[in-house]
């Protein structure tokens, strides 16, 4: 039987016990990523500023697992404005198309919640498959 173990990666922690991911066997599951920035723990007023914070954690993540981008086959993405849609959408087909994304797109599913964590507009988790560890 595999056995779990916690990733977190540089410069973000939450701050309760839970880990930034879960990897078991060869599934690494993520904690919700927020748009706070990787490098400062501030969160940005503006949506898109959130979302490329957001990517670069996406991609920290599967990283400290020992994986790459290549490895995520799904996302769900959490949205304070339905209205945000559109623009997560084309930040989303841009970032996994330009930064070494060799597959088609992760699926994914985006949820209009109205409400999450204090300042956020964008939060996401992702699931991903490291193959034969």
């Known amino acids: 039987m595999a056995k779990r173990k916690s990733i977190n990666y ?14 078991l066997g060869n599934i690494l599951m993520s904690s919700i990523i927020s748009g706070r920035d990787p490098d400062t723990a501030t969160m940005p007023p503006e ?3 959130q979302v ?5 954690q996406i991609k920290l993540c599967v990283e400290a697992a020992g994986g790459t981008l290549d490895d995520i086959v799904k996302t ?4 304070t404005e339905g209205t945000d849609r559109e ?3 084309q930040a ?6 330009t930064h070494g994304r060799s597959r088609a797109m992760p699926t994914g ?16 988790d992702s699931v991903a498959y490291l193959g034969s560890r």
Not at 15 to 22: H, Q, T
Not at 76 to 79: E, K, N, R
């Open 92 to 97: 989303y087909r841009h970032f996994f198309a």
């Open 87 to 89: 623009e997560f959408a």
């Open 109 to 124: 599913l985006t949820v209009v919640v109205g409400e999450l964590s204090p300042r956020c507009l964008v939060e996401i």
């Open 76 to 79: 769900t993405v959490y949205l």
């Open 10 to 23: 540089p410069g973000f922690k939450h701050e309760n016990p839970i880990p930034n991911a879960s990897l």
């Open 47 to 49: 949506l898109d500023a």
């Open 52 to 56: 490329v914070n957001i990517f670069k």
